[in-house]
T-cell receptor, first 114, second 113 residues
Framework: KAGVTQTPRYLIKTRGQQVTLSCSPISGHRSVSWYQQTPGQGLQFLFEYFSETQRNKGNFPGRFSGRQFSNSRSEMNVSTLELGDSALYLC?????????????FGPGTRLTVL | GDSVTQMEGPVTLSEEAFLTINCTYTATGYPSLFWYVQYPGEGLQLLLKATKADDKGSNKGFEATYRKETTSFHLEKGSVQVSDSAVYFCALSEETSGSRLTFGEGTQLTVNP
């Protein structure tokens, strides 16, 4: 079974631009979550999508948004990029049929904002 | 709100040494607890988990016991290997929060030959 894939793996943008990151979950998984990982703040939850609906949202500004498609693939978008948005963005998927289902993480997208 | 606190790192050990990484949590309900590991340049991998008090999770020689009375989930391994060098994250999820994970700060482990 193929794992979680994220594209692109690396991205360089400049302040003020916007960016879209993509995540393809494991086949059959309906839940996709996004996390931001930085040296200073650690791993922080961005949002979760389940069956195309945002089910949970972390404490990030409205510049961060996401969506999920009918095939469970998910995208996250960051508009008006700031230097502080430089981070590793991780996506995780789970079947979410049971409490505490294992979440499977992708390798991440490394975003650098110049 | 929920939070997870891990022992400060980094931790440096010699091969075959005993490992303990402390983890304590604060939660409003009855969370499930996890240990994830991140190798350089990779995403996170689930190492082990426990879903209720007194459960013991184990995998690849690592163990952790869910202690509700002390709100702890300490990670242990009897004999570490160089290949165990990685960053370890303790995390929790609440039943009311869907798939949301709350992570600790992470502990960098380096094992020297």
């Amino acid at each position: 079974k193929a794992g979680v894939t994220q594209t692109p793996r690396y991205l360089i943008k400049t302040r003020g631009q916007q960016v879209t990151l993509s995540c393809s979950p494991i086949s059959g998984h309906r839940s996709v979550s996004w996390y931001q990982q930085t040296p200073g703040q650690g791993l922080q939850f961005l949002f979760e999508y389940f069956s195309e609906t945002q089910r949970n949202k972390g404490n990030f500004p409205g510049r961060f948004s996401g969506r999920q498609f009918s095939n469970s693939r998910s995208e996250m978008n960051v508009s008006t990029l700031e230097l502080g948005d430089s981070a590793l963005y991780l996506c995780a998927s789970s079947s979410n049929r049971l409490v505490a289902d294992t979440q499977y993480f992708g390798p991440g997208t490394r975003l650098t904002v110049l | 709100g929920d939070s997870v606190t891990q022992m400060e790192g980094p931790v440096t050990l010699s091969e075959e040494a005993f490992l303990t990484i402390n983890c304590t949590y604060t939660a409003t309900g009855y969370p499930s607890l996890f240990w994830y590991v991140q190798y350089p340049g990779e995403g996170l991998q689930l190492l082990l988990k426990a879903t209720k008090a007194d459960d013991k999770g184990s995998n690849k020689g690592f163990e952790a016991t869910y202690r509700k009375e002390t709100t702890s989930f300490h990670l242990e391994k009897g004999s570490v290997q160089v290949s165990d060098s990685a960053v370890y994250f303790c995390a929790l999820s609440e039943e009311t929060s869907g798939s949301r994970l709350t992570f600790g700060e992470g502990t960098q482990l380096t094992v020297n030959p």
